[in-house]
C-alpha cells in the first residue's frame, strides 16, 4: 500500500537557523508529492509539490525535490523564521485514475525561537 | 472565493447527543473530503465524494457517523450518537480534479467536543 514517513517532531530551532524535514514514501507508480502545512488554529493548505522524479517544488522559501532513488521529498529552508511555526504534512496522491485520496504523514511540529 | 466553509466553529455538547458539522466547498469543486485530526491518530480520512456520491466511506469508524452530500455545495457529517472518544477536530476540504495536481483546500475545521 501507500504510506509517508515523515520524520519525528517536535523541532525546535532558532531564527534563521537551515530546516529540514525527512520525509520518504511507498508508492507504486509514480505518485505526486505535496506539503501541507497547518498554522495555528487553522486548516491545512497547500505549501509546495512535485509531480515527477527530480521535479523542486518551492514557495516561500521552501524547498523540496522529488527523488525517485531514495523514495525522499525532503523539505528545506535555508532560513527560517518565527511565522514559519507550524506543523509540516508530507502527503502523496498515487495517481491511479479514479483514486483522489491523499496519504498523509503524521506531521512534523516546527517551533522557531526568535 | 470564500474558500471552504465549515460550521459550526467550535461545537460542546454531552454524550449521547447528536452532532451534526456542516461544509460549504468551493464552487466548481468536484470533490469533497472529511478529515478527523486528533493528538493521538494524527489526521484521519473519513470518506470523500465525488460529484456528490460517495466513494470511499472505509474510514468512517462506525455506524454512528454518517456523511451526506445532498447538493454540490452542501455536506453534513452526523455523529449520533456522540461519545467522548469523538472529541477532535474535523476537517472538510474540497479539490477540483486537474489531472495529477490533486490539491486540496481546506475549511478552518469544526473543533468538537463531546463531555
Known amino acids: 500500500g501507500n504510506s509517508v514517513t515523515q520524520m519525528e517532531g517536535p523541532v525546535t530551532l532558532s531564527e534563521e537557523a537551515f530546516l529540514t524535514i525527512n520525509c520518504t514514501y511507498t508508492?507504486?507508480?509514480?505518485?505526486?508529492l505535496f506539503w501541507y502545512v497547518q498554522y495555528p488554529g487553522e486548516g491545512l493548505q497547500l505549501l509546495l509539490k512535485?509531480?515527477?522524479?527530480?521535479d523542486k517544488g518551492s514557495n516561500k522559501g521552501f524547498e523540496a525535490t522529488y527523488r525517485k532513488e531514495t523514495t525522499s521529498f525532503h523539505l528545506e529552508k535555508g532560513s527560517v523564521q518565527v511565522s514559519d511555526s507550524a506543523v509540516y504534512f508530507c502527503?502523496?496522491?498515487?495517481?491511479?485514475?479514479?483514486?483522489?485520496?491523499?496519504?498523509f504523514g503524521t506531521g512534523t511540529r516546527l517551533t522557531i525561537i526568535p | 472565493d470564500a474558500g471552504v466553509i465549515q460550521s459550526p466553529r467550535h461545537e460542546v455538547t454531552e454524550m449521547g447527543q447528536e452532532v451534526t458539522l456542516r461544509c460549504k466547498p468551493i464552487?466548481?469543486?468536484?470533490?469533497l473530503f472529511w478529515y478527523r485530526q486528533t493528538m493521538m491518530r494524527g489526521l484521519e480520512l473519513l470518506i470523500y465524494?465525488?460529484?456528490?456520491?460517495?466513494?470511499?466511506d472505509s474510514g468512517m469508524p462506525e455506524d454512528r457517523f454518517s456523511a451526506k452530500m445532498p447538493n454540490a455545495s452542501f455536506s453534513t457529517l452526523k455523529i449520533q450518537p456522540s461519545e467522548p472518544r469523538d472529541s477532535a477536530v474535523y476537517f472538510c476540504?474540497?479539490?477540483?480534479?486537474?489531472?495529477?495536481?490533486?490539491?486540496?483546500?481546506f475549511g478552518p475545521g469544526t473543533r468538537l467536543t463531546v463531555l
Open positions: 465524494f465525488n460529484n456528490n456520491v460517495p466513494i470511499d
Open positions: 512535485a509531480t515527477k522524479a527530480d
Open positions: 476540504a474540497s479539490s477540483l480534479r486537474a489531472g495529477i495536481y490533486n490539491e486540496q483546500f
Open positions: 464552487s466548481g469543486h468536484d470533490y
Open positions: 508508492a507504486t507508480g509514480y505518485p505526486s
Open positions: 502527503a502523496l496522491n498515487p495517481t491511479n485514475f479514479g483514486n483522489e485520496k491523499l496519504t
